[in-house]
Antibody
Framework: QVQLLESGPGLVKPSETLSLTCTVS??????????WAWIRQSPGEGLEWIGS???????YYNPSLKSRITMSVDTSKNYFSLTLTSVTAADTAVYYC??????????????WGQGTLVTVSS | DIQMTQSPSSLSASVGDRVTLTCRAS??????LNWYQQKPGKAPKLLIY???VLQSGVPSRFSGSGSGTDFTLTISNLQRDDFATYYC??????????FGPGTKVDIK
């Protein structure tokens, strides 16, 4: 069964760039049935969808973050990535990667990675 | 964006109880509604999709209903393993997907 695992630094300084990777195991990232997503969870904002990426490189971003995020896929290494620029304390959160179906309906996030806590602090 | 609200924000219940959680969307989302369960320190887990379809492996004591703007998640015969926070999520508008703030179910 497909498993996802996030990796990246746990501490990022304000105004710098956050970079995370999600490694997919037990399945292929080029499976045409799925998009690959990032979701974050902070105490103040709850669960927030950041964006989704397809193996072709097609991306969909949350408009609230669009100016600061980039998502990409490495099909040779079966992982996808997130970069978030100009971070502030408000970007402190647990970041999850997840898989979602590439259909209009039904559409859900499953499975999820275990999550990685990213703290923005000097 | 479609705003999702949930009520109550928390509730206390006993093992064996039947509990009903409510989720409301700011506009009609048909049945494009998913429910997730999250335990402390863990990722959310998909319980129900399409408002009423049980994800494989989820116990039948969980059920979902609703359409349009109002939805419910019912847990009959509450078990100790069910004490957790429950989130709804709409998939009608995919940019952005949005989640409710959650309902925490704890032990009375």
């Amino acid at each position: 069964q497909v498993q996802l695992l996030e990796s990246g630094p746990g501490l990022v300084k304000p105004s710098e760039t956050l970079s995370l990777t999600c490694t997919v195991s037990g399945g292929s990232i080029i499976d045409s049935s799925y998009f690959w997503a990032w979701i974050r969870q902070s105490p103040g904002e709850g669960l927030e969808w950041i964006g989704s990426v397809y193996h072709s490189g097609t991306v969909y971003y949350n408009p609230s973050l669009k100016s600061r995020i980039t998502m990409s896929v490495d099909t040779s290494k079966n992982y996808f990535s997130l970069t978030l620029t100009s971070v502030t304390a408000a970007d402190t959160a647990v970041y999850y990667c997840a898989r979602r179906r590439a259909v209009v309906f039904p559409n859900w996030f499953d499975p999820w990675g275990q999550g990685t806590l990213v703290t923005v602090s000097s | 964006d479609i705003q999702m609200t949930q009520s109550p924000s928390s509730l206390s219940a006993s093992v064996g109880d039947r509990v009903t959680l409510t989720c409301r969307a700011s506009q009609s989302i048909s049945n494009h509604l998913n429910w997730y369960q999250q335990k402390p320190g863990k990722a959310p887990k998909l319980l129900i999709y399409g408002a009423s379809v049980l994800q494989s492996g989820v116990p039948s004591r969980f059920s979902g209903s609703g359409s349009g703007t109002d939805f419910t998640l019912t847990i009959s015969n509450l078990q100790r393993d069910d004490f957790a926070t429950y989130y709804c999520q709409q998939s009608f508008n995919t940019i952005p997907f949005t989640f409710g703030p959650g309902t925490k179910v704890d032990i009375k």
